[in-house]
């Protein structure tokens, strides 16, 4: 799964030489919405939501897929690999605030000097790149753009906890996928139809089919199998690798050489995940033992 993700930003990059984000989302979400469909069919888990349910289906898939995949495809587009997958590993920070926010959670001090690390992190790694981020800088439109991407996936992940306690992640996420396909194929059929895809290379092509089958089809299904063996910890810690192997492809593939300021901006974003994630295991582990002596 890391590494799917990892050389999937890579693959994203080298598609929009050619085509439009638009187009780009159009050809893939398809791709990723049958492999999903057949990956369920085989494991004989497809069933649908109750009626009441579906207008948060429709909601979820708007917010978690088309809404979030138009900021994250335009900000890949306009800001390095390197700076697109730091940033998105942000994501359970953001999601844990709004968790608190939303009262779902009570983390203690350890947890908020996670978030402390990773937001000084996430700063660095914008901040402190080659291509200098300023009014007219080259990348910061597209960080921004990630950045918003990664706030909008935590609005989906802490919105669908009802459904998913209810009818499980993987049909929640399945139904919210198919959603937000049909409102990306959408918005992409008019670029679509005056895109000359004949002309597109083997390259361009594959990149669609990996960004598709394999980045989302095949990866969430290894997300949730990871899941249900290792438990959501382990599971998470394993992803925080992904913004190290895809820097590493970007610097070998695409020449994007991460400065030394970067590379520390990575490292504290990575000390900043693993006390947050620490310390919430801890908070866990002390209220369940609080309530078992009450019981």
């Not at 490292?267 to 209220?287: C, F, K, N, S």
């Amino acid at each position: 799964m890391v590494l799917i993700w990892g050389v999937n930003f890579s693959f994203i990059k080298a598609g929009l030489r050619e085509m439009s984000p638009l187009v780009f989302n159009a050809l893939r979400f398809p791709l990723a919405a049958l492999t999903v469909f057949f990956l369920l069919r085989r494991g004989g888990r497809l069933f649908w939501p109750q009626a009441e349910d579906w207008p948060a289906v429709l909601v979820l898939g708007f917010v978690g897929n088309v809404l979030y995949q138009l900021l994250f495809i335009f900000g890949v587009d306009r800001t390095l690999v390197g700076n697109a997958s730091i940033l998105l590993a942000t994501t359970p920070v953001w999601t844990l605030v709004l968790s608190v926010v939303a009262g779902d959670e009570r983390p203690g001090r350890l947890v908020w000097v996670g978030v402390a690390g990773t937001v000084v992190g996430m700063a660095t790694v914008v901040f402190g790149g080659k291509q200098a981020v300023s009014l007219g800088g080259a990348t910061w439109k597209g960080d921004l753009l990630v950045l918003a991407g990664a706030l909008t996936w935590s609005v989906y992940t802490v919105g669908s906890r009802r459904l998913i306690a209810t009818y499980g992640a993987v049909a929640v996420t399945a139904w919210t996928l198919w959603v937000g396909c049909l409102g990306l194929f959408l918005l992409g059929i008019g670029p679509l139809s005056r895109t000359p895809v004949a002309q597109f290379s083997w390259l361009a092509w594959g990149s669609v089919l990996y960004a598709g089958v394999l980045a989302i089809g095949l990866a969430y299904v290894l997300w949730y199998r990871g899941v249900e063996r290792l438990g959501n910890a382990r599971t998470a810690a394993f992803s925080n690798l992904t913004p190290v192997v895809a820097m590493a492809v970007a610097w070998i593939w695409l020449g994007e050489t991460p400065s030394p300021a970067q590379l520390l901006g990575v490292l504290v974003i990575l000390a900043g995940l693993t006390l947050a994630r620490l310390g919430r295991e801890r908070a866990l582990l002390a209220h369940a033992g609080a309530s078992r002596s009450v019981g």
